[in-house]
């Protein structure tokens, strides 16, 4: 079938780097802590969209090319952490919401919550900004189509579309299993303001060590 082989094996594999926790699996926490289930949803979205560009990119050659290169990858690397480092810094210094009869300070507009679309984007930037999700389309995916396929490219979209949606409906539940746990701490901003910097903490310590990897 469009040259794909053990298409089942390629099922389980999916399935078991799903349900093993990684920088997206943070980031929709860390989202769904923040602002709730709607936001870690569409954050998931947005991670999502940046797989349907690494299946793009694996299918027309552009994740050999960029992960054959080391300029290329140290350029992609080290902008990934200082993002994850810039998310990680706003949830730790996020002030907590004030209370229904306090007037919000004017300082608070810089700390607001991220609109849906603000989410998406940053989910999206999050997922393409990491190198080590470009080596795995380049090392992995090449391993289910036969070499000798004149049907290539088709096997790869097959293959992205089957990772995308999968990895789209395991990030949703673990977006609304957050978002649930979190709506009980709703009324309690000195707890959500803890789980905000630790959440955050870990999205300092996953830039830190993204720009510490190597190939």
Same mark, same amino acid.
């Given at each position: 079938? #469009?040259?794909?082989? &053990?298409?089942?094996?390629?099922?389980?594999?999916?399935?078991?780097?799903?349900? $093993? +926790?990684?920088? /997206?699996?943070?980031?929709?926490?860390?989202? !769904?802590?923040?602002? =709730?289930?709607?936001?870690? @949803?569409?954050?998931?979205?947005?991670? !999502?969209?940046?797989?349907?560009? &690494?299946?793009?990119?694996?299918?027309?050659?552009?994740?050999?090319?960029?992960?054959?290169?080391?300029?290329?990858?140290? %350029?992609?690397?080290? *902008?990934?952490?200082?993002? @994850? %480092?810039?998310?990680?810094?706003? #949830?730790?210094?996020?002030?907590?919401?004030?209370?229904? /009869?306090?007037?919000?300070?004017?300082?608070?507009?810089?700390?607001?919550?991220?609109?849906?679309?603000?989410?998406?984007?940053?989910?999206?930037?999050?997922?393409?900004?990491?190198?080590?999700?470009? #080596?795995?389309?380049? !090392?992995?995916?090449?391993?289910?189509? %036969? +070499?000798?396929?004149? &049907?290539?490219?088709?096997?790869?979209?097959?293959?992205?579309?089957?990772?995308?949606?999968?990895?789209?409906?395991?990030?949703?539940? %673990?977006?609304?299993?957050?978002?649930?746990?979190?709506?009980?701490?709703?009324?309690? +901003?000195?707890?959500?303001?803890? #789980? /905000?910097?630790?959440?955050?903490? *870990?999205?300092?310590?996953? =830039?830190?060590?993204? *720009?510490?990897? $190597?190939?």
């Amino acid at each position: 079938m #469009l040259g794909i082989t &053990h298409f089942a094996f390629f099922v389980v594999a999916v399935f078991l780097l799903n349900v $093993t +926790p990684g920088p /997206d699996t943070a980031y929709i926490v860390g989202r !769904s802590v923040a602002q =709730g289930r709607s936001a870690g @949803l569409v954050s998931a979205l947005g991670i !999502s969209g940046g797989c349907c560009v &690494h299946s793009l990119a694996c299918a027309f050659g552009l994740t050999a090319l960029l992960a054959a290169s080391a300029s290329a990858f140290t %350029v992609v690397k080290f *902008a990934g952490a200082i993002y @994850l %480092v810039y998310l990680g810094a706003r #949830l730790i210094f996020t002030k907590a919401a004030p209370a229904a /009869d306090e007037p919000a300070p004017a300082a608070a507009a810089s700390t607001a919550p991220r609109s849906l679309r603000q989410l998406f984007v940053q989910g999206f930037c999050t997922n393409v900004l990491n190198p080590k999700v470009v #080596l795995f389309f380049v !090392s992995f995916f090449p391993q289910f189509v %036969v +070499p000798g396929s004149p &049907h290539k490219a088709l096997a790869f979209l097959a293959l992205g579309a089957v990772f995308v949606a999968m990895s789209t409906v395991w990030n949703s539940f %673990v977006a609304w299993i957050a978002g649930s746990v979190t709506r009980r701490f709703s009324g309690k +901003p000195g707890v959500k303001k803890w #789980l /905000d910097r630790t959440v955050g903490s *870990a999205f300092v310590g996953l =830039g830190v060590k993204l *720009a510490t990897a $190597t190939r």
